[in-house]
Structures are given as structure tokens and as C-alpha cells.
């Protein structure tokens, strides 16, 4: 009888914490706050809780005596928490590169049923049709601002080992330069329109080879010079750009993969997709540049995500074995401690809360480790991955601060479940025998 | 052998506290099985002993396509034994998400591929009828194909007459009995000369050829021999063996032997923390214990074996059981992604080196505990100073 109702005991905190954990996850930051707050305030104004203090404090100030088995937990704590980050900051990096190309004032024309630029065909004389739709914008001079761009593949050697990897080389009209205003020249000058002239992002000169101001290349059997780089901090910053207009004959194509277009005003965009579904001679797609490349960030965001948190959540669970462990010696390294505080008057709860308290404290410390070592080694890491076209984004991790809140409540999760445990035990703990224990 | 029970006994003297460590032994080898796995399906891809195929495509990039005219030049080059060509097609069934790769093939592709089993009969069909198609095993059952039916796909880059619509006609499925090659019955391939004749864009053109070369010939001078024939064209050719291509193109996805490794040390540095501070914990408690073996005659060597096993038992018991369950679970992600995510069963050389990690985490975190009982002084220890 005694043991089936201690099964249930049991098997009912078990189930307490398992909601207790999901509720904790889906916490928002202010909720955090409050709760924070309130035990905060319950520890140092109510009877109890100053007890529990009192009884923390001693507890806590043993911590140094057990160093070995406090860094476990802080270390242990501190390794998922930083992988985890790590994980999530590269999905992060990857979407958030993706986000900022295109915005919602330009839109991208591909040939219907396309997903990507690659598998886009838009043929030549189709290019003038487009240029007199409705809603796209026109420049000073009257002419329609759309840059009918070619994509090409490329191989180039990558800076890491030398070893071909794709690279978009992306030839563009006269008006590309106006519909991204966020590209800026940061050293060199712009290609002269009709000359094997490149300029390259900042993300693809650090991540390939030979691709530095005046130096030349050869790409399709032609000698081509590198004569600026620019920068975007977007999906641009991976890219070499040259004129359309060069680029076609070199690779024998005369049909372009997209047009680009600035809109016209708010409603640019719906009297676009009007006027080109209206016209029976183009079987095109339109979307804004801002959708189109946020969905190409989608999956593999998405995968990434996924993958971080099962990494993390196997981890986690080994730490919490690991600080249940530390936690479970720590309790039996103090019976006599505790069972002479339980003797002197102090009660299951500030007994309970001192063990809580004390392994929170550990798992905070392992959090921010953790996030702070994410942050310092990761942050800003430039890495480059196979993107829908077929061809690299460089991109950079993104230890966002959201991402770092992440890693300290999965830390502090990692305490709740490891602290609990040991401090029912405590609380349980049979005094005259362990005052009698040597 | 004969202390095995000593052992055992001195393991379970704490009940919770090996089971606890236990737990956390089994999480890293189950992540390391898992990880592992995945490293494995990113390096072996496509490779089949004795296969030895090459694959000519173009230098220029990857999505460049060559002039048909070159399977000919090729299949002439001296040392060449078959040479095979495709063409990627990039189709869509009814939805993006269902992607699968499909191609278009010369009518003796497969014969390039002795680990594609397709029956006979099915082949025939295949080979007769101009838009027929064949699909692996694996695909078929994802669509619920059978053969005879009518698939059809939606084109990315080709249309035909204007539509992006084409239909193929299901004529053969063929199966892979290699475990580690699963993988490759999510393909699709059909005839490249109706693809050549019903696409509207590109007319005569190949994406890339598998080459073999005779068993004579040394594959390294068949290749120079090939790509000579294109050189200063405007199509200049690449080609490297089957194995080397699939690599590079594994690792334009960022590099995934770099994450794996970043993830398992911090995992093996955590759990080595963990453990570690178990045994020394079980050593410290059992001074007294060990005091009175060393008594009774047990030699200062002997008990250091003693703690050492005890901790590489550990390791390995808990390690053993984390990678069974890692081989239980890498075919149900297998099969939970409905063939989206393709991991081969654990390779032998994920056991290898996992039994190998376990010998060495329990050696070097049993070391300074048993190096500590070695040297225990008996009068000290038995009066607990």
C-alpha cells in the first residue's frame, strides 16, 4: 500500500513537470518577469520564504566546497545550451539573409510555374511586353524600370579548401542598379556596360577564391576583370554581377531567366498581376521580390530548426541526468546538514526551495555561459549553404537576442527538472536517521 | 573474468546514481548513432562497389548542358567501355513538397547501373513504349503507383507545347537490395528522346553521360582522354568518378562533417564531465571498501583494474544501449518523412568507432579514480582519514 501510493506520488510529479515544462516554453517574456518577481518578493517578505532563503544561502555558500560537482552541472548545462544556440542562430542567419533581399515595391517576373530563377525562361521578345504593363514604375527618362537579368552558374574554388562550389552570376539591365538601392559600391567602381567587366558581393569575395579588384578570371573560356565589389547584406552579397547583355553570348542564351521590376505605388503590384494575366502572350508568374526569396528560406529554415531542437532536446536530456546526479550527491552529501535544519524547525517547503534555488542558480550560470559562448565563437560566422538556385548564399549565424532568451529557458528548465527531484528527497528525508548517519 | 561479479556488484552498489549516469551515457551515444548516420549518408553517396562509373558534365557549372553530339565522340574514345547519358528534368508532382528527382535517360542507362533490379518483362515495356517512365520501389509505394498507370508532372524549366503539363505512362519499378542505396529508389527516369522531341526550349542537348571504362584501361587516363576532346570548345567537359562528383555536390550544403563533428565533441566533453564526476564520486564513497580488498590481498594493481572496468563497463553498457536505439530509430525517421530524408542503416563503421569512443571515454574517466584506489594508503583509509 505504502509503495503503490508512493508510485503515485511519483508518478503524479512526474506528470506535474512535464506540464510544468511545456508552460514554461511557451512562457512569454514578461510572464517570466512577474513570476520572477513574484517569488522574489514571497522570499524576502513572507515567513517562509525567508526561511527558504536563509536556507539557500547556506546551501549556496557550501557551493565552492563542491566545486567538482557544481561545474558538472554548470558545464553540462552550458554545453546544450550552446549548441542548441549555435543550431538555431544558423537557421536564423539563413532566413534572415533571405528576409532582407527584395522588398515589397519590386517584383519578380518568372516564367509560369517556376520556382526559382534557374528554372525560369523569359524569352526576348517577351521583355518589351512586359516593359508596357501596367504598374510598373518608370524612370526620369520615361523608359519602365525592369532589369530583365540572366542567372548562370558558375563554378568558382571556395576560399576554405579550394574545392568548386556554385556561385550565382547574375547579368542585369541598367535599371537593376535603381530597383536595389541597398547595394553599395564599397570599393572599385561599377562594370561598364558591354565589357567582360564583374563586380562581386562581399559575401562571395570572402567566400571564393581569385576574386579580388583587379584581378582577373575565366569563366566561359573568356577573360573577364573584377572591377568593384559591392555590398548588400542580403542574398545579392553572395553573387557576381556583369551586363546581361555580355553575359548571354558568352554562354550562348538568348532567352533571360527573370525580370525584375519596380512597382508603381501601392497598387503597382495588383494592376501588375492583372495586366500580365490579361495578356495571353505571357505565361508568366509575379511576386514581390520580398515573398519570393522569403519562400526559398523556408525549408531549409525550417529543417534546421527542427534538427536543433532534437539535437538539444537528446542533450538536454542527458543533462538533466547529469544534474539530477550532482544534485541527488549534493542532497546525500548534506543529510546530516539538512536533517539538522528539519530538527531546528524548517519545514518541507523552505527546504525544497533552498535545493531549487540553488540548482536554478548552477543552470543559470550554465545558460549564460553557454549563450555567451555561442554568441562570442558564433555570432557573425560566415558560412554558405545550397540555395534554391542551385547555387551558394553566404550567410552569416545570428545569435539573435530572442535566440539567447531560448538558450536560458532551456537552461532553466534543465535546473527545474534536475533540482526537483533531489529536493523532494530532502524534504523527505527521514530526520533521526540521518542525523544518526555517519 | 572471475571478479566480473565484484564488478557487477560494485556498479549497482548505488542504484540511482548508475542508472542516472547510465541515462546520460545512452543520450550521447544515441545523438553520436544518430549524427553519425546522417555524416555516413552524406559521404557514401552513390557509391557501389566495383560500380566504377564516371561522370562526364560539363566545366563550365553544373546546370550548363552539353551538345548531344559529344555521347558519340565519346563512346569512340579508346578505353571507353559504355557511355550512358541524362538530362535532369526537375518535374513536379502535384505539389512542390512532393519532390523527387526525375530524369531523362538513354535507353541503356540502367544498364550502367547493375544494382537497379528491374524485370525483364517491365524493361521491354519500358524500352517500347516512347512515354513510358520507371520509378523505384520506394517511390511507388509513397504515390501508390502501379504499373500502367499515368503520372503526371508539372515542368519547372521544359514545357511542352507552351504547357508546363506532361504525363508518363508507369511501365517498370525497379528495386535496390542494398540496404545503404535505398535512397535511390525515390527516382524517377524516363526516355530523353521524348523529352528532346515534346520540350520547347532545348533541342539535342544532354545534361551529363556515365562513362565507364574498360576494366583494362585506367580510369584516370579515360578521363584526360575525354576531357581532351572538348578542351577550348565552348563545351568543355569534366569528368571524375561517380563518387567524387556526388561528394562535391554534398558538400555545396554547407559542411556537414564540420556541424557533426562541432556537436559530438560537446556532447563526449559533457558526458565525459558527467561520468567522470560519477566515478570519482563511487571511488571517493567506497575508500573504506576498497581499503578492506587490499586487506584481504588484493594487489594495488588489481585494484586499479577493478575501478577501471567498472567505469569502461559503464561507459560501454550505457554506449551499447544508446546505439541500439539509434539503430532502431534511423529507419523510422526513414520512414516518418516519407522518404523525403533517406538515412542508410548504421554502418559497421558507426559501431566500430562508437565501441571505440566507449574503451577510451571509459579509460580516461576511470583513470584518476582508480589511480587514486591504487594508491590508497590501507591504515589511512580503513580510519577514515
Same mark, same amino acid.
Request: charged content about 15%; some cysteine.
Given at each position: 500500500?505504502?509503495?503503490?501510493?508512493?508510485?503515485?506520488?511519483?508518478?503524479?510529479?512526474? +506528470?506535474?513537470?512535464?506540464?510544468?515544462?511545456? *508552460?514554461?516554453?511557451?512562457?512569454?517574456?514578461?510572464?517570466?518577469?512577474?513570476?520572477?518577481?513574484?517569488?522574489? &518578493?514571497?522570499?524576502? +517578505?513572507? !515567513?517562509?520564504?525567508?526561511?527558504?532563503?536563509?536556507?539557500?544561502?547556506?546551501?549556496?555558500?557550501?557551493?565552492?566546497?563542491?566545486?567538482?560537482?557544481? *561545474?558538472?552541472?554548470?558545464?553540462?548545462?552550458?554545453?546544450?545550451?550552446?549548441?542548441?544556440?549555435?543550431?538555431? *542562430?544558423?537557421?536564423?542567419?539563413?532566413?534572415?539573409?533571405?528576409?532582407?533581399?527584395?522588398?515589397?515595391?519590386?517584383?519578380?517576373?518568372?516564367?509560369?510555374?517556376?520556382?526559382?530563377?534557374?528554372?525560369?525562361?523569359?524569352?526576348?521578345?517577351?521583355?518589351?511586353?512586359?516593359?508596357?504593363?501596367?504598374?510598373?514604375?518608370?524612370?526620369?527618362?520615361?523608359?519602365?524600370?525592369?532589369?530583365?537579368?540572366?542567372?548562370?552558374?558558375?563554378?568558382?574554388?571556395?576560399?576554405?579548401?579550394?574545392?568548386?562550389?556554385?556561385?550565382?552570376?547574375?547579368?542585369?539591365?541598367?535599371?537593376?542598379?535603381?530597383?536595389?538601392?541597398?547595394?553599395?559600391?564599397?570599393?572599385?567602381?561599377?562594370?561598364?556596360?558591354?565589357?567582360?567587366?564583374?563586380?562581386?558581393?562581399?559575401? *562571395?569575395?570572402?567566400?571564393?577564391?581569385?576574386?579580388?579588384?583587379?584581378?582577373?578570371?575565366?569563366?566561359?573560356?573568356?577573360?573577364?576583370?573584377?572591377?568593384?565589389?559591392?555590398?548588400?547584406?542580403?542574398? #545579392?552579397?553572395?553573387?557576381?554581377?556583369?551586363?546581361?547583355?555580355?553575359?548571354?553570348?558568352?554562354?550562348? !542564351?538568348?532567352?533571360?531567366?527573370?525580370?525584375?521590376?519596380?512597382?508603381?505605388?501601392?497598387?503597382?503590384?495588383?494592376?501588375?498581376?492583372?495586366? &500580365?494575366?490579361?495578356?495571353?502572350? &505571357?505565361?508568366?508568374?509575379?511576386?514581390?521580390? #520580398?515573398?519570393?526569396?522569403?519562400?526559398?528560406?523556408?525549408?531549409?529554415?525550417?529543417?534546421?530548426?527542427?534538427?536543433?531542437?532534437?539535437?538539444?532536446?537528446?542533450?538536454?536530456?542527458?543533462?538533466?541526468?547529469?544534474?539530477?546526479?550532482?544534485?541527488?550527491?549534493?542532497?546525500?552529501?548534506?543529510?546530516?546538514?539538512?536533517?539538522?535544519?528539519?530538527?531546528?524547525?524548517?519545514?518541507?517547503?523552505?527546504?525544497?526551495?533552498?535545493?531549487? +534555488?540553488?540548482?536554478?542558480?548552477?543552470?543559470?550560470?550554465?545558460?549564460?555561459?553557454?549563450?555567451?559562448?555561442?554568441?562570442?565563437?558564433?555570432?557573425?560566422?560566415?558560412?554558405?549553404?545550397?540555395?534554391?538556385?542551385?547555387?551558394?548564399?553566404?550567410?552569416?549565424?545570428?545569435?539573435?537576442?530572442?535566440?539567447?532568451?531560448?538558450? &536560458?529557458?532551456?537552461?532553466?528548465?534543465?535546473?527545474?527538472?534536475?533540482?526537483?527531484?533531489?529536493?523532494?528527497?530532502?524534504?523527505?528525508?527521514?530526520?533521526?536517521?540521518?542525523?544518526?548517519?555517519? | 573474468?572471475?571478479?566480473?561479479?565484484?564488478?557487477?556488484?560494485?556498479?549497482?552498489?548505488?542504484?540511482?546514481?548508475?542508472?542516472?549516469?547510465?541515462?546520460? /551515457?545512452?543520450?550521447?551515444?544515441?545523438?553520436?548513432?544518430?549524427?553519425?548516420?546522417?555524416?555516413?549518408?552524406?559521404?557514401?553517396?552513390?557509391?557501389?562497389?566495383?560500380?566504377?562509373?564516371m561522370?562526364t $558534365? $560539363?566545366?563550365?557549372?553544373?546546370?550548363?548542358?552539353l551538345?548531344?553530339s559529344v555521347v558519340e565522340q565519346i563512346r569512340a574514345t579508346p578505353g571507353v567501355k559504355q557511355a550512358t547519358y541524362?538530362?535532369?528534368?526537375?518535374?513536379?508532382?502535384?505539389?512542390?513538397?512532393?519532390?523527387?528527382?526525375?530524369?531523362?535517360?538513354?535507353?541503356?542507362?540502367?544498364?550502367?547501373?547493375?544494382?537497379?533490379?528491374?524485370?525483364?518483362?517491365?524493361?521491354?515495356?519500358?524500352?517500347?513504349?516512347?512515354?513510358?517512365?520507371? /520509378?523505384?520501389?520506394?517511390?511507388?509505394?509513397?504515390?501508390?503507383?502501379?504499373?500502367?498507370?499515368?503520372?503526371?508532372?508539372?515542368?519547372?524549366?521544359?514545357?511542352?507545347?507552351?504547357?508546363?503539363?506532361?504525363?508518363? @505512362?508507369?511501365?517498370?519499378?525497379?528495386?535496390?537490395?542494398?540496404?545503404?542505396?535505398?535512397?535511390?529508389?525515390?527516382?524517377?527516369?524516363?526516355?530523353?528522346?521524348?523529352?528532346?522531341?515534346?520540350?520547347?526550349?532545348?533541342? =539535342?542537348?544532354?545534361?551529363?553521360l556515365v562513362v565507364q571504362p574498360g576494366?583494362g584501361d585506367g580510369a584516370d587516363r579515360v578521363a584526360l582522354a575525354i576531357d581532351k576532346l572538348s578542351a577550348?570548345?565552348?563545351?568543355?567537359t569534366?569528368t571524375?568518378?561517380?563518387?567524387?562528383?556526388?561528394?562535391?555536390?554534398?558538400?555545396?550544403?554547407?559542411?556537414?562533417?564540420?556541424?557533426?563533428?562541432?556537436?559530438?565533441?560537446?556532447?563526449?566533453?559533457?558526458?565525459?564531465?558527467?561520468?567522470?564526476?560519477?566515478?570519482?564520486?563511487?571511488?571517493?564513497?567506497?575508500?573504506?571498501?576498497?581499503? /578492506?580488498?587490499?586487506?584481504?590481498?588484493?594487489?594495488?594493481?588489481?585494484?586499479?583494474?577493478?575501478?577501471?572496468?567498472?567505469?569502461?563497463?559503464?561507459?560501454?553498457?550505457?554506449?551499447?544501449?544508446?546505439?541500439?536505439?539509434?539503430?532502431?530509430?534511423?529507419?523510422?525517421?526513414? @520512414?516518418?518523412?516519407? =522518404?523525403?530524408?533517406?538515412?542508410?542503416?548504421?554502418?559497421?563503421? @558507426?559501431?566500430?568507432?562508437?565501441?571505440?569512443?566507449?574503451?577510451?571515454?571509459?579509460?580516461?574517466?576511470?583513470?584518476?579514480?582508480?589511480?587514486? =584506489?591504487?594508491?590508497?594508503?590501507? /591504515?589511512?583509509?580503513?580510519?577514515?582519514?
Amino acid at each position: 500500500m505504502k509503495r503503490l501510493k508512493g508510485f503515485l506520488l511519483g508518478l503524479g510529479t512526474v +506528470l506535474a513537470l512535464l506540464a510544468a515544462l511545456v *508552460a514554461w516554453i511557451m512562457l512569454p517574456w514578461y510572464a517570466v518577469l512577474g513570476l520572477a518577481a513574484f517569488i522574489a &518578493l514571497w522570499l524576502v +517578505l513572507a !515567513r517562509s520564504g525567508k526561511l527558504a532563503l536563509a536556507a539557500a544561502s547556506i546551501g549556496i555558500a557550501g557551493l565552492p566546497q563542491r566545486w567538482g560537482a557544481s *561545474a558538472v552541472i554548470v558545464v553540462g548545462i552550458a554545453g546544450v545550451v550552446a549548441v542548441l544556440v549555435a543550431m538555431l *542562430a544558423m537557421g536564423e542567419g539563413f532566413k534572415a539573409t533571405l528576409d532582407k533581399t527584395g522588398g515589397t515595391d519590386s517584383a519578380i517576373i518568372l516564367r509560369g510555374g517556376s520556382q526559382a530563377e534557374t528554372n525560369s525562361v523569359i524569352m526576348r521578345d517577351q521583355v518589351p511586353l512586359i516593359g508596357s504593363l501596367a504598374g510598373i514604375a518608370r524612370g526620369a527618362d520615361g523608359k519602365p524600370l525592369a532589369s530583365p537579368e540572366l542567372s548562370q552558374v558558375v563554378n568558382l574554388p571556395s576560399m576554405a579548401d579550394g574545392t568548386d562550389a556554385n556561385v550565382q552570376f547574375r547579368g542585369v539591365g541598367e535599371a537593376a542598379w535603381t530597383l536595389r538601392p541597398q547595394l553599395k559600391m564599397i570599393e572599385g567602381r561599377r562594370f561598364q556596360p558591354g565589357l567582360r567587366e564583374i563586380v562581386v558581393g562581399r559575401g *562571395a569575395q570572402q567566400q571564393f577564391r581569385g576574386l579580388q579588384v583587379g584581378k582577373q578570371l575565366e569563366l566561359a573560356n573568356q577573360m573577364w576583370t573584377v572591377v568593384g565589389v559591392f555590398e548588400s547584406r542580403d542574398s #545579392h552579397d553572395s553573387e557576381l554581377w556583369t551586363d546581361a547583355d555580355v553575359l548571354g553570348p558568352a554562354y550562348q !542564351r538568348s532567352a533571360f531567366q527573370s525580370v525584375t521590376v519596380k512597382l508603381d505605388g501601392k497598387n503597382g503590384f495588383k494592376q501588375l498581376k492583372a495586366a &500580365l494575366a490579361a495578356d495571353p502572350r &505571357l505565361k508568366l508568374d509575379v511576386e514581390t521580390t #520580398h515573398d519570393y526569396y522569403a519562400k526559398q528560406s523556408e525549408g531549409l529554415t525550417k529543417l534546421i530548426n527542427i534538427l536543433g531542437k532534437v539535437i538539444g532536446a537528446i542533450m538536454a536530456i542527458g543533462a538533466v541526468f547529469g544534474a539530477l546526479n550532482s544534485m541527488y550527491a549534493a542532497v546525500a552529501g548534506r543529510a546530516r546538514e539538512i536533517a539538522t535544519m528539519r530538527a531546528l524547525g524548517f519545514r518541507g517547503l523552505p527546504v525544497v526551495t533552498a535545493v531549487m +534555488l540553488e540548482t536554478m542558480l548552477l543552470a543559470l550560470l550554465g545558460g549564460l555561459l553557454g549563450a555567451g559562448l555561442a554568441w562570442l565563437v558564433f555570432n557573425g560566422y560566415t558560412v554558405s549553404t545550397l540555395g534554391q538556385n542551385f547555387s551558394q548564399v553566404v550567410f552569416q549565424f545570428k545569435v539573435s537576442p530572442e535566440l539567447l532568451w531560448t538558450g &536560458l529557458k532551456w537552461a532553466l528548465g534543465i535546473g527545474l527538472v534536475g533540482g526537483l527531484f533531489p529536493a523532494l528527497r530532502a524534504a523527505r528525508l527521514p530526520v533521526t536517521e540521518a542525523l544518526r548517519a555517519a | 573474468m572471475k571478479y566480473l561479479h565484484l564488478i557487477w556488484a560494485a556498479l549497482f552498489r548505488s542504484k540511482t546514481r548508475t542508472f542516472l549516469t547510465l541515462l546520460s /551515457v545512452i543520450a550521447a551515444f544515441l545523438l553520436f548513432g544518430m549524427l553519425d548516420s546522417v555524416r555516413v549518408a552524406f559521404n557514401s553517396g552513390g557509391q557501389v562497389a566495383g560500380a566504377n562509373r564516371m561522370i562526364t $558534365s $560539363s566545366r563550365l557549372s553544373i546546370t550548363q548542358m552539353l551538345p548531344y553530339s559529344v555521347v558519340e565522340q565519346i563512346r569512340a574514345t579508346p578505353g571507353v567501355k559504355q557511355a550512358t547519358y541524362a538530362a535532369w528534368f526537375g518535374g513536379i508532382y502535384r505539389d512542390p513538397k512532393n519532390f523527387f528527382p526525375n530524369f531523362a535517360v538513354s535507353p541503356d542507362y540502367l544498364d550502367l547501373y547493375p544494382e537497379f533490379a528491374l524485370p525483364q518483362a517491365q524493361k521491354k515495356a519500358w524500352l517500347a513504349d516512347r512515354t513510358g517512365a520507371v /520509378v523505384g520501389e520506394a517511390l511507388a509505394k509513397r504515390f501508390g503507383w502501379k504499373v500502367g498507370d499515368t503520372i503526371p508532372l508539372q515542368a519547372t524549366i521544359f514545357p511542352t507545347k507552351g504547357s508546363n503539363d506532361w504525363s508518363f @505512362t508507369l511501365r517498370g519499378i525497379y528495386t535496390i537490395k542494398e540496404q545503404k542505396q535505398k535512397g535511390q529508389e525515390n527516382a524517377m527516369f524516363f526516355h530523353w528522346k521524348y523529352f528532346d522531341e515534346a520540350n520547347d526550349y532545348v533541342k =539535342g542537348r544532354i545534361g551529363w553521360l556515365v562513362v565507364q571504362p574498360g576494366s583494362g584501361d585506367g580510369a584516370d587516363r579515360v578521363a584526360l582522354a575525354i576531357d581532351k576532346l572538348s578542351a577550348n570548345s565552348d563545351h568543355e567537359t569534366k569528368t571524375q568518378s561517380e563518387a567524387a562528383f556526388n561528394q562535391a555536390f554534398a558538400k555545396q550544403f554547407a559542411d556537414i562533417g564540420l556541424i557533426v563533428s562541432g556537436i559530438m565533441g560537446a556532447v563526449f566533453f559533457t558526458l565525459l564531465l558527467l561520468t567522470g564526476n560519477t566515478m570519482a564520486q563511487a571511488v571517493r564513497e567506497r575508500i573504506p571498501e576498497l581499503a /578492506v580488498l587490499k586487506t584481504i590481498g588484493f594487489s594495488n594493481r588489481s585494484v586499479l583494474w577493478l575501478v577501471l572496468a567498472e567505469s569502461v563497463l559503464l561507459v560501454v553498457l550505457g554506449g551499447l544501449i544508446g546505439l541500439c536505439i539509434a539503430a532502431a530509430l534511423v529507419p523510422m525517421i526513414t @520512414t516518418a518523412s516519407g =522518404g523525403m530524408i533517406q538515412l542508410p542503416p548504421m554502418a559497421m563503421q @558507426t559501431w566500430l568507432t562508437g565501441l571505440l569512443l566507449m574503451l577510451v571515454i571509459g579509460v580516461i574517466v576511470g583513470l584518476l579514480p582508480a589511480i587514486r =584506489g591504487m594508491r590508497l594508503n590501507i /591504515v589511512d583509509a580503513l580510519a577514515g582519514r
